[in-house]
Every structure is written in structure tokens, then in C-alpha cells.
């Protein structure tokens, strides 16, 4: 019922910069949390960051004044602005959205949805 649609990963060099972009759309009431993770082949999907709909964020300490994470005003879109990035930073980024919505019988349901992934690659 909740779709999240990302964009921006790409290849970049190191030092390099990236943004991703995730949309949200569907049967949804209200958000109360955003946020992008990352994977790496072989290893646990890990957070990146997240922005509550307060406007609180929280960060993975290895990305940590590089990387922004920002979702204006009362729009369903997070941004992830990625600067400097570093070979680490490989890995498919995965958008995630928590909120309420209504279920395929119109009854408030909270959901928490992922989208399909971005890969990002940084190679000198």
C-alpha cells in the first residue's frame, strides 16, 4: 500500500559527491520516520541515517559530517546528501518509511515499508 521510489545512486570517485532522493506515495496518513541503509554483499543491512518527523536525525558514526539527511517542510521525500564519499561508502542504499496508513480494508494499519535499492559505487 506504501511505495518508496529512490534515485541518485550512481559511480563516483572519492571525494565525490552524491545525492538520493526517496519518494513516498500510497495510502498513507502520516510519517513518522525516514531514513536510508545501507548493504553491503555478505554483511548486515546497516542505518545510515534517519529524520523523524520532528526533524530529529540520527547518523551512523562513519558518516558522520559527510552525509545529511533532510526532508523539507511536509513533503513524503528524503533527501540523502552524500559528500566526500569513500570506497567504504559502497553498497546498495536502501530507503525505509515508518508511519500509519490504511490497509487494503481502509483500516489505519502503521506501516513500515523499504524501497528497492540504489547502488552507490565510489572507485578511484
Known amino acids: 500500500q506504501v511505495q518508496l521510489v529512490e534515485s541518485g545512486g550512481g559511480s563516483v570517485q572519492p571525494g565525490e559527491s552524491l545525492q538520493l532522493s526517496c519518494a513516498a506515495s500510497g495510502s498513507i496518513v502520516s510519517l513518522y520516520r525516514m531514513g536510508w541503509h545501507r548493504q553491503v554483499p555478505g554483511q548486515r543491512r546497516e542505518l545510515v541515517a534517519v529524520i523523524t518527523s520532528g526533524g530529529i536525525t540520527e547518523y551512523a558514526d562513519s558518516v558522520k559530517d559527510r552525509f545529511t539527511i533532510s526532508r523539507p517542510g511536509i513533503e513524503r521525500t528524503v533527501y540523502l546528501q552524500m559528500n566526500n564519499l569513500k570506497p567504504d561508502d559502497t553498497a546498495v542504499y536502501y530507503c525505509?518509511?515508518?508511519?500509519?496508513?490504511?490497509?487494503?480494508?481502509?483500516?489505519?494499519?502503521?506501516?513500515?515499508?523499504w524501497g528497492q535499492g540504489t547502488q552507490v559505487v565510489v572507485s578511484s
Open positions: 525505509n518509511a515508518e508511519g500509519l496508513g490504511y490497509d487494503k480494508q481502509n483500516f489505519r494499519q502503521n506501516f513500515n515499508s
